[in-house]
């Protein structure tokens, strides 16, 4: 990389012409940087990169060579960059204050609500808040795995449960990949501090809780409790369907059998447009709530078709405060003692469908998931259950040894084979007997790479394919 100054070639109507940081790889790959400083054509020495005859010579020459150093500087830092990269680097540290670690995170919070991230912006001004508690000065250089081990005990300390504390410092690290990404800081200085993670189960409601719930009946007085259960069923419906992006359904997203939207969560990523099919329970919500609003669905945005996307985001952020304490009013109604929460909407419907046997892959895909990895990840929780119920209905007083043959394994009928036992080599058509609440039915269903699809039959809410032939 050369570094060169040189006179611009336009001439300011005082007749003076400024004096350029030239960055250069090769001709193909030169930048400029305007050093600020302006003099006369006769007051610049070229081969010597020095002004001379002017008054404050020995300040202005003071001033280029500490903008030479600086540059040179974090070009050292960032050996083998081209000058355009170079550039970006020097004018992105000399956006933010490089010492103090506080300001920089602020500025970035600042950078989320102007890009209109304001949930993001909101959730990082909470981890901030607690970092300037923690101390009211942090500069870069202050940051190291020791120090983050001081802060995650401090925050320990301070009631914060270890998932909570994981989520800051997923942030902070976050922050800090970014300085390290605009040439702030060499590195992540907190590198090599293992965030740590607990698994907490997933608490849900059985299908039978859910029925209860449905025939709950509240008085119309009642309207938070109404709203509440009235959304906390939608999302049972539509397959854990989250609260910002049930308060942001508008109707032109339904139509007669699905909806379509686009999950705020994600939005910017691929994989964020969903399709929910639409079923009775879903069907009898929206009718319910047809005509109170010509935009939006549900009641939280009522009133706020016209306001600003962060007026809409602290409006939803005060909505599902309260939205989570009726469905603990209800809760104490209905005796679950679940500590009901919108959250175990999604999980009730992963329950259920993992207990009816839906092939991994469909619940994947009707979650929302882009990765399949992911759908596993999330189930655990809940195919536990089921690993404990097959060993026990494998063992259990004998019934089942490995001694059995296959035949003695099927459910009664010998013509029928068990889908837990084994399931179609091959596409098509098969009889199959549907388990019900008062027993089976025999229907024929298809066999797809998706699993069995009935023809000319559905699956009411709580049957399921339990043998075929």
Request: aromatic share 12%; hydrophobic share 30%.
């Amino acid at each position: 990389m050369n570094f060169k100054y040189y006179l611009n070639t336009y001439k300011k109507q005082n007749g003076t012409f400024s004096i350029r940081l030239k960055l250069e790889t090769s001709k193909n790959d030169v930048q400029y940087i305007d050093s600020k400083v302006s003099v006369l054509k006769t007051q610049w020495d070229p081969k010597k990169q020095l002004i001379k005859k002017h008054q404050f010579e020995e300040q202005l020459n003071a001033e280029l060579t500490s903008l030479l150093n600086n540059v040179q500087s974090v070009y050292y830092k960032n050996r083998e960059v081209s000058a355009k990269r170079l550039l970006q680097i020097y004018k992105n540290s000399k956006q933010y204050d490089s010492s103090s670690f506080l300001d920089f995170y602020d500025q970035i919070i600042q950078e989320m609500d102007l890009k209109k991230k304001h949930r993001s912006a909101k959730t990082n001004q909470v981890y901030l808040t607690k970092l300037k508690k923690f101390a009211s000065f942090i500069s870069f250089s202050d940051l190291s795995p020791t120090w983050a081990k001081d802060y995650e005990n401090y925050l320990l300390k301070e009631g914060n449960s270890v998932n909570t504390v994981a989520s800051n410092f997923k942030a902070i690290y976050a922050t800090l990949n970014k300085a390290v990404k605009l040439g702030i800081i060499d590195k992540n200085p907190i590198k090599g501090y293992e965030i740590v993670t607990e698994n907490t189960e997933k608490d849900s409601l059985t299908y039978e809780q859910i029925q209860k719930l449905i025939k709950f009946n509240i008085h119309k007085r009642f309207k938070g409790m109404v709203t509440a259960k009235d959304m906390f069923l939608f999302s049972f419906y539509t397959a854990g369907m989250r609260f910002t992006d049930m308060c942001k359904l508008e109707w032109k997203n339904v139509s007669e059998n699905e909806i379509i939207y686009t999950m705020n969560k994600s939005k910017n990523r691929s994989g964020s447009r969903r399709t929910i099919p639409l079923i009775g329970g879903a069907k009898g919500i929206l009718e319910k709530y047809k005509g109170k609003n010509d935009k939006y669905v549900f009641p939280p945005l009522y009133g706020y078709e016209e306001s600003t996307v962060k007026e809409q985001e602290y409006r939803i952020y005060i909505r599902n405060n309260a939205l989570n304490r009726s469905l603990k009013q209800i809760d104490k109604h209905m005796e679950f003692g679940k500590e009901l929460n919108l959250h175990m909407a999604k999980h009730s419907f992963a329950d259920y469908a993992v207990k009816n046997k839906i092939d991994i892959l469909m619940i994947s895909k009707l979650l929302g998931h882009t990765k399949l990895a992911t759908t596993q990840h999330y189930l655990k929780d809940f195919y536990q259950e089921m690993e404990y119920q097959t060993m026990n209905d494998l063992f259990n007083d004998g019934k089942n040894t490995p001694n059995n043959t296959k035949e003695e394994l099927i459910m009664g009928n010998t013509n029928f084979i068990d889908i837990e036992d084994d399931y179609p080599k091959k596409q098509g058509e098969y009889q199959v007997k549907v388990h019900t609440e008062s027993g089976y039915r025999e229907s024929i269903a298809k066999w797809t790479p998706e699993g069995f699809i009935l023809i000319d039959d559905t699956l009411q809410q709580s049957e399921y394919i339990k043998s075929w032939k």
